[in-house]
């Protein structure tokens, strides 16, 4: 029974290009939660989707971030023009529909040059 | 003041040792509690949920107070595998945006 699976685990960009980060939940979880993670920080939640739908996407920066969960494939995080200060580790979760528990995935760490 | 609060850490303390973590949070609608670990570089991982009577696994004991908006984690015998980042989670109405507090250092030592 595979866990949550992101990917890339690492990922270098540099300033101006583009970021996908890609998650797929575990199997059965039609809800996906992305957070990021500076370092010696604390998590900070970004968006909450379910299939197809963005229900919460209040932790989102206005510009250059969005969020899809496509009816089929992963949940994909997209960052524009990434600027240095996006460096971080971005983790994505999953929850079942009672959408209690949390189950994190190992993590992309995005690094901007 | 933030949405959830918790020590600030690090502690550290001698194996065998009783640690425990308190955390407010300021939403007194919140529905959900849960404290999760997290390991260096590493993912954050569930260590229980939280609920109103008090829950306990194995050395590990979580309690609420919802009239002091504050939550607790007990842990005892502390072993060196204990040592980690530990995260006071609240969840609010409607069941989705999930608030993490910074977290607790811990340090177990030989």
């Known amino acids: 029974n595979a866990g949550v699976m992101q990917n890339p685990r690492h990922l270098v960009r540099r300033r101006g290009q583009e970021a996908r980060l890609r998650c797929s939940p575990m199997?059965?979880?039609?809800?996906v939660y992305w957070y990021r993670q500076l370092p010696e920080e604390g998590l900070k939640f970004m968006v909450y989707?379910?299939?197809?739908?963005?229900?919460?996407e209040s932790g989102m920066p206005k510009e250059r971030f969005s969020a899809e969960f496509p009816k089929e494939g992963p949940s994909i995080l997209r960052i524009q023009q990434v600027v240095r200060g996006d460096s971080a580790a971005y983790f994505c979760?999953?929850?079942?529909?009672?959408?209690?528990?949390?189950?994190f995935g190992p993590g992309t760490r995005l690094t901007v040059l | 003041r933030k949405e959830v609060e918790q020590d600030p850490g690090p502690f550290n303390v001698p194996e065998g040792a009783t640690v425990a973590f308190n955390c407010t949070y300021s939403n007194s609608a919140s529905q959900s509690f849960f404290w999760y670990r997290q390991d260096c570089r590493k993912e954050p991982k569930l260590l229980m949920s939280v609920y109103s009577s008090g829950n306990e696994d194995g050395r590990f004991t979580a309690q609420l107070n919802r009239a002091s908006q504050y939550i607790s984690l007990l842990i005892r015998d502390s072993k060196l595998s204990d040592s980690a980042t530990y995260l006071c989670v609240v969840k609010g109405t409607g069941g989705f945006k999930t608030i993490f507090g910074a977290g607790t250092r811990l340090f177990v030592k030989a």
């Open positions: 989707l379910q299939k197809e739908n963005i229900i919460d």
């Open positions: 199997k059965g979880h039609s809800h």
């Open positions: 979760a999953s929850s079942g529909d009672r959408g209690n528990e949390q189950f």
